[in-house]
């Protein structure tokens, strides 16, 4: 062999024993340089488990990442280690004792062989994720109102992981994003829902509160569902038949070139409008949007699911808060109460966790109707969220018809709604003695020409919000004509509801409007009652 070609195989086994770990066998070195670079790949997590994050406490806390194929990997928790070999794939997952709540930051140390990674800064309370559509994304900073309390904000056991608005054809292990400390400088980007949720816990509790919120706006349900669960149901395996369909059909290339034409008539369209004297204008068509394959389209079936549920399957948490469904309130939309607990049932599963889901329901919206017997469809999708709380375990609903603004479907007051659903957690998940809600329908009974309506979690008793007779109950005999009634309080927990006009009622509404003006049945806590029906009509 030529002295050159002798040198060079040197100085390649020398950097071979470098780079590989001191671990693998002898005879790996003579394997070839694929081999090579995949037992030195590198210790790497997913962007999540890093510096300020929160774990959840007093439970086996679940971490994972990649490694070399078949290496040894060590996680160090405060006394706590756990150690796992990296499988064929380099991929590996531990949980480790987390502890008692703690709110003095401490260091996870994971090593695989030589390489070692630390994250700092880790404390130790109670967990959640938040997701939904835009009244989850709403920032602290979209609205004047919370600048006091931004610039007053002072938490740092509060911690809030802040992910993007991403799409992906095919589920995620990774997503961008960081953990910040609640302060003045950071709380006004943080979901103002979320905000106020975890300042009730943080406040209540006395321990660190960590929360990760991925949502993204104008979204309906169906998008944060895997689409093998939306395949289990046969109305949302027509949604995702039909746009695998549109996906099979795509053509980038020719979608691209007409989105060029339609771009090019755009600015010609453009140009001539800047031209034209501003009295005389009218207004000027949108831009027109770049092409994107339909599997890579948020809002379609299953897409945000991939991006943004996925990489967090696994993270140990108490639970999750939702406020979604102004996408779903549509004539034409799967029944809500069929969507939404078929996601929730996909992500217990996904996680292995029946973890409490906590959901607001809709704001009062739109200009308040008149008449009695309106058909809405956001009230019936209010309701559907109300029966989820008799048909999927271990939920809560923050009832906020009290809340909305009428030509604004993203209410200002985020306080209410995110301390509403802090009050289910406090009473649920930490066994606090309080009133947690707002009345809801428990029954009825007709009793000669009125009916009794039964409520739950009237606290010491109901009560007219403003001291004005009860608004807003209707009521119908067998014509199904409904009428606005006389609704009185006859007892702690029932009201009494009649019409003149109808000797034999069969059938009774509270709150059925978008936008149920004079709706004012409270408890004793002040929290409102939610819509309901007797009927079916």
Not at 114 to 122: A, L
Not at 252 to 276: D, I, N, S, V
Request: hydrophobic letters at 40%.
């Amino acid at each position: 062999m030529p002295e050159i070609c002798k040198t060079r195989c040197l100085a390649l086994l020398l950097l071979l024993s470098i780079l590989w770990p001191a671990s693998a066998p002898a005879d790996q070195l003579a394997g070839d340089s694929t081999k090579a670079i995949q037992v030195s790949r590198s210790l790497s997590m997913p962007n999540f488990f890093a510096d300020h994050m929160v774990i959840q406490r007093d439970r086996l806390v679940s971490i994972w990442g990649t490694a070399a194929a078949g290496a040894d990997v060590k996680v160090q928790f405060k006394d706590s280690t756990a150690s796992t070999l990296a499988d064929a794939a380099g991929n590996w997952r531990v949980a480790f004792q987390s502890g008692e709540a703690d709110p003095v930051g401490a260091s996870i140390i994971v090593t695989s062989g030589t390489v070692s990674k630390t994250i700092e800064d880790v404390l130790v309370g109670e967990v959640w994720l938040a997701s939904g559509q835009s009244n989850m994304a709403f920032t602290m900073n979209s609205v004047p109102m919370y600048r006091e309390v931004i610039l007053a904000a002072d938490y740092p056991g509060i911690r809030m992981f802040n992910a993007p608005t991403v799409t992906a054809v095919e589920p995620q292990d990774d997503i961008d994003g960081e953990w910040t400390k609640c302060g003045p400088d950071t709380t006004g980007n943080y979901s103002a829902v979320a905000f106020f949720f975890a300042r009730k816990l943080h406040q209540e509790l006395g321990v660190p509160i960590g929360v990760i919120k991925t949502a993204w706006g104008g979204k309906p349900v169906e998008t944060f569902t895997s689409r093998e669960a939306l395949n289990t149901l046969p109305a949302t395996k027509k949604l995702v038949d039909r746009v695998l369909k549109f996906d099979s059909g795509f053509d980038e290339q020719k979608a691209t070139q007409r989105y060029q034409k339609q771009l090019e008539a755009w600015k010609t369209k453009q140009a001539e409008w800047r031209k034209t004297p501003a009295d005389k204008r009218g207004k000027l068509a949108k831009e027109p949007t770049k092409p994107k394959r339909p599997l890579n389209t948020e809002g379609r079936p299953g897409v945000l699911f991939n991006s943004m549920i996925h990489p967090f399957v696994g993270y140990t948490m108490r639970g999750a808060i939702w406020y979604q469904g102004e996408s779903n309130a549509k004539p034409n939309a799967v029944p809500y109460d069929k969507t939404l607990p078929l996601m929730i049932r996909d992500w217990r599963q996904r996680w292995d966790d029946d973890f409490s889901f906590l959901f607001v329901q809709l704001a009062n919206f739109r200009q308040p109707s008149t008449q009695p017997g309106t058909a809405d469809d956001w009230a019936l999708l209010q309701d559907r969220m109300r029966q989820l709380l008799d048909t999927t375990p271990k939920t809560g609903m923050a009832v906020i018809n009290d809340v909305g603004e009428a030509n604004d479907i993203h209410p200002k007051n985020k306080k209410d709604p995110g301390e509403r659903l802090a009050l289910w957690a406090l009473a649920n998940d930490y066994d606090r003695d309080i009133v947690f809600s707002g009345p809801l329908y428990q029954s009825s009974e007709v009793t000669g020409d009125s009916i009794k309506v039964t409520f739950d979690h009237v606290g010491s008793g109901l009560k007219s919000r403003d001291d004005q007779p009860l608004g807003r109950f209707e009521i119908a005999g067998a014509d199904q004509v409904w009428r606005w009634a006389d609704a009185e309080i006859s007892s702690t927990n029932q009201v009494s509801v009649s019409h003149p006009d109808i000797p034999k009622p069969v059938a009774v509404r509270y709150a059925w409007a978008s936008n149920p003006e004079g709706a004012n049945l409270v408890n004793s806590e002040g929290l409102p009652t939610s819509v309901f029906r007797t009927d079916d009509w």
